[in-house]
């Protein structure tokens, strides 16, 4: 019978010691999250794990267990030999010295010269054993680290881990599990193939937090049972849910999160634009006691759950016949084509656009089409 996905990852982790994680840049807080967890779990294993800390939103998670060894860059990745073959020619001395912009090695033969054909220059192993990407759909993401280190992921062995659908199994090993609703609910999940006793409180804690970041403490429609399940498994190991939301909910009141509850329920995604929009309906603002400025704020969590998006919206009525629609993006240049494509205005890092005379769903109309025009 063969081995479950699980199963194959988990040898590779028992044979290996050297473990560098990735994740790519602008990371969602639960893929930094998780890979944070996967580190601790690692150390409790007795492996000797690395992460790149290459993301912004690792600022904002710095009330969780930090991991020992973050690197700003990969450096000295593997080592190269120049190899001399000295069955004719033995080599009696040698030194080396660093100039400006050189490293210079002296060779002092036994014989008056060296014969070409007995030199080579040789790259040798890498110093990881295996390379594991957490919340990446392809290689591409990885950006710089991929591009700048391109052999590692040819020459070492790859766990692709994630929850996206359009992930495309790009590893060696892939765990890609599309029920859970967020790649730390799919690593927890993993962790559970280990012995119980490796699962240690930091993991726990940073598992959790990730899964309270992709689910907005549980309210999207994302959730479900079995992230009861493994939230409830974490909180036995050690985490503490309590502290996750005062840091990450600590600026949003109970009104705040009802509105943002009814927003996740109508939350859509568009594969093809990328993506992501909610409706907002007066009936929410008055069941919710909030207020259109409360959606700013949402937008930019909207922003922070969908990693793989490039365009974020919501609608909202002002009145039965006046709705506005706030939009975002990743980058100030494709909003302005934005703003030139609506007519609206851009403030405070969003773009405002009103749809006059026309109802909620028919303002959606309007701005899907719009949004489809563009290249």
């Not at 909910?249 to 568009?270: C, E, H, I, Y």
């Not at 909003?335 to 656009?353: Q, T």
């Amino acid at each position: 019978m063969p081995l479950s996905i699980q199963d194959q990852i988990k040898n590779q982790i028992d044979a290996s010691q050297s473990i560098l994680i990735l994740t790519k840049p602008k990371a969602s807080s639960d893929a930094v999250s998780a890979s944070w967890g996967f580190f601790h779990l690692l150390k409790n294993l007795g492996k000797n794990p690395v992460i790149l800390e290459n993301n912004p939103q690792a600022e904002k998670l710095k009330f969780l267990p930090l991991p020992e060894k973050m690197e700003k860059k990969i450096t000295g990745a593997r080592d190269f030999v120049l190899s001399f073959n000295t069955k004719y020619n033995k080599i009696i001395s040698s030194r080396v010295e660093e100039k400006e912009e050189a490293f210079e090695i002296y060779i002092t033969p036994e014989k008056e010269a060296i014969d070409p054909r007995d030199f080579s220059f040789i790259p040798a192993k890498f110093k990881y054993d295996l390379v594991v990407v957490i919340g990446c759909q392809n290689l591409d993401d990885l950006g710089e680290i991929k591009e700048k280190n391109s052999d590692l992921f040819f020459e070492l062995p790859v766990v692709n881990i994630d929850n996206s659908p359009a992930n495309e199994n790009f590893g060696q090993f892939n765990l890609v599990d599309t029920t859970a609703s967020s790649v730390s609910e799919a690593l927890c999940e993993f962790s559970k193939g280990f012995d119980e006793k490796h699962m240690n409180p930091a993991s726990a804690q940073c598992f959790l937090a990730g899964i309270v970041s992709a689910t907005s403490n549980f309210q999207s429609e994302r959730t479900t049972p079995q992230t009861f399940l493994a939230a409830s498994w974490l909180i036995e190991k050690g985490a503490s849910q309590q502290e996750i939301v005062r840091h990450l909910m600590k600026t949003q009141s109970f009104p705040f999160m009802k509105l943002w509850g009814r927003v996740m329920a109508r939350l859509n995604w568009d594969e093809k634009l990328k993506l992501a929009w909610s409706l907002v309906s007066l009936e929410d603002f008055v069941l919710s006691r909030t207020t259109e400025t409360d959606l700013p704020l949402i937008l930019e969590k909207i922003k922070d759950n969908f990693s793989s998006g490039n365009t974020f919206a919501i609608i909202f009525s002002e009145s039965l016949k006046k709705n506005i629609a706030l939009l975002k993006t990743n980058d100030l240049p494709s909003l302005r084509n934005l703003e030139k494509l609506f007519n609206g205005e851009i403030k405070n890092g969003h773009l405002s656009v009103e749809f006059l005379g026309k109802d909620i769903l028919e303002a959606e109309k309007e701005m899907m089409e719009k949004l489809k025009t563009l290249k």
